[in-house]
């Protein structure tokens, strides 16, 4: 019998006794969806996580390490150890090699929420995913010195709206008990989500950083703190002094390894210059363990799905024990029997891992607006691919592979009762 | 030259003793043989000895010139597609195929059947029409229902319009009359015996009712055929 006859043998089988089967190849299809939906968030967060800063050849900071100096600069992760003078970001300005600058000064807080001292080339040049940059979703970037732009969580945690006036307290913790709550706050600006930490930070200039440690120099309020009103500060020649790091964007990228060499041997400062991908990348290895994890977790959850196949068919073939004989009689040899088998196992996965595969897109078609806008994250593939592919190739392979126990056990059956079936 | 001609055949299941040892037994072209044995005699046995599902330990069965003892298990699962047509006492048809799905399922078995069906000019499908119609069954309904909507005296009828199919040159049924009533019985008898002969077909009937013998000429007993079984009865 042609192989294309058994197939349809055991189409109409397996079409017999479609109830199990259907339990069947939903068990099969959920567990592929959840594998490839696994896979698909892994690689969708991955490239999140190392897109959150694009464009940016290097961060400059005081000397500390690559890893550290990123984590703080980009994902707000830890402090700066010590801070870069302005002297030295004046200098990193002023070399021909770099084209443009982004200082960051970090160190204050707002109900949680990162204070990150700015300034308008933060807007301009600061850029996460394909080379995007900051929008605004209402208002505009700060401008004077008790101006502040918060990012999206920021504003929809907090309700918050343009014109609302806040306050920034020193020092990061959730709760600060010395609030600088003389020095009122206006909102000019609230960000669009992009899905880095800009989303849960508040934006202000550096002067507004000094502005808000005027009479704290010693880390507590001195008199002259409590003395003076904002608009006294205001009239304060205030000029930043220290900075936590910076962005570095270069004049010709061919220049990179010139342009470290030279800042990182800067005779003024110890200062190190980290290209960002890099540390990010480093940093990825070691938080991607849970994704691969979850990976592992549900590979497993595929071959449950799979033994669930080889437990249907085993169960049936009791009751079939008759159906083989037939065959037998008119003439299926052992090999057609146990190819029937098998058949009846690989159209089972495969069945339902192409309504798996189906089932990811659709969710994640559904899905993907949802994600981009709470988290910022872009769905990774929307078009079926070769992961799918493999996917979909191992499950089809290793049910073939599971079905020769069925199958051998048929023949086994088939062999012994001859063609008197006992009933 | 005879079509089916077994000698000094012998055969035990593993681990048991010896159950048949047949030193000569033969069936011509186209002859219609009633074999009689009391159940647990070893006819379905023999049967699968002939069918070429079991092989003998020793000796020699002979089918259409080939030697079955000797040959290997494909060609023997080949010799069985393309020549023989087995008739159980019960369950013969695939639960899951329309009627004519299981009467031409020989014909998606074996290429020999197939281009026996188109020499005389017909289709399986016509063919499966044909057969039906004359075992009583010539009902579109039934032609493209389910198996398990007929009766076991159809359902036994459709096993013979399967059997039948692409005339093979031997109808093996193993009591296939057991599950009927005595007026069925009857007319399911003369039915397959009329058609065997139409079709050209020997026929290897085997029950261990002797009243069904007499619709045969030729009437043979296991019990004398098998010296085992003639000498535990001596």
Redesign the interface.
Known sequence: MSLSALISLAWASLWNRRASALLTITAVAVSVMLFLGVDKLKTSSEESFQQTITGTDMIVGARTSPVSLVMFTVFHIGDPAAGMTWESYEWLQSRSDIEWTVPISLGDSHDGYRVVGTDQSFFEHYQFRDRQNVSFADGVPFDDLYDVVVGADVAAEKGYAVGDEIELSHGTGPVSFQDHSDRPFTITGILDATGTPVDESVLVSLLAIEAIHVGWQSGAPSPLANMMTADDVRQLNLRPHIISSALVGLSDRRSTLNTMRAINTYSQEALVAAPPAQAIAEVWELVGVAGNALMAVSAFVILVGLVSILTSILTSLRERRREMAVLRAIGAGPAQIMTLLISEAVLLAATGAAFGIALVYLASALAAPIFEARFGIALAGTYPGMTDLKVFLAVIVTAGVLGLIPAIQALKNSLADGLSIKL | MPLLSLKNVEFAWPGAPALLRIPEFQIEAGEHVFLRGPSGSGK??L??LI?G??TADSGQIEFAGEDLATAS??KR??I???D?G?I?QL???????SVK?NVT??C???AERRKRVAETGTTPDDEARRLLDRLGLNDDRILNGKVTNLSVGQQQRVAVA?ALMGRPKLIIA?EPTSALDTKARDAFLELLQEESAAAGSALLFVSHDEHLGSAFSRIEDLETLNTIAAEARV
């Open positions: 379905s046995t049967l699968g069918a599902v079991l298990n494909a699962d080949g069985r597609a393309r023989m087995v159980f369950f013969n048809l695939l639960p899951y195929l799905a399922l020989p998606k078995l074996s399967r193993d």
